[in-house]
């Protein structure tokens, strides 16, 4: 079992920065591969970022392109989203989650390709 808290959600202005944080229960969770999920009032789930715990690879949702950066702390079991130019559009709650099969997240960048999940962080952008 893995436990993931997400934090560092708040209220921003828009092209404003936040940065998220998830830490993970669990030293084996380099084994996984870590994403960023988000949904907004009234849209389905959708995509964010993921990362390899171990390469370091990096996809990313063209919606966020060039203005996320996901990132991780192997010492810390921590794994960040760093959010710039924040647009209203943004506003959501962020779910970290954490999948075994790399290749899977890759391949589907769904919510069925991760295998936990933290409660979520709410980001709120305002215009």
């Known amino acids: 079992q893995v436990q993931l808290v997400e934090s560092g959600g708040g209220l921003v202005q828009a092209g404003g920065s936040l940065r998220l944080s998830c830490v993970a229960s669990?030293?084996?969770?380099?084994?996984?591969?870590m994403g960023w999920f988000r949904q907004a009032p009234g849209k389905e789930r959708e995509f964010v970022a993921a990362t390899n715990w171990n390469s370091g690879s990096t996809y990313y949702a063209d919606s966020v392109k060039g203005r996320f950066t996901i990132s991780r702390d192997n010492a810390k079991n921590t794994v960040y989203l760093q959010m710039n130019s924040l647009k209203p559009e943004d506003t959501a709650v962020y779910y970290c989650?954490?999948?075994?099969?790399?290749?899977?997240?890759?391949?589907?960048?769904?919510?069925?390709?991760?295998?936990?999940w933290g409660k979520g962080t709410l980001v709120t952008v305002s215009s």
């Open positions: 989650a954490a999948g075994l099969d790399w290749g899977v997240i890759v391949a589907r960048r769904t919510g069925d390709a991760m295998d936990y």
């Open positions: 669990r030293r084996t969770i380099s084994t996984y591969g």
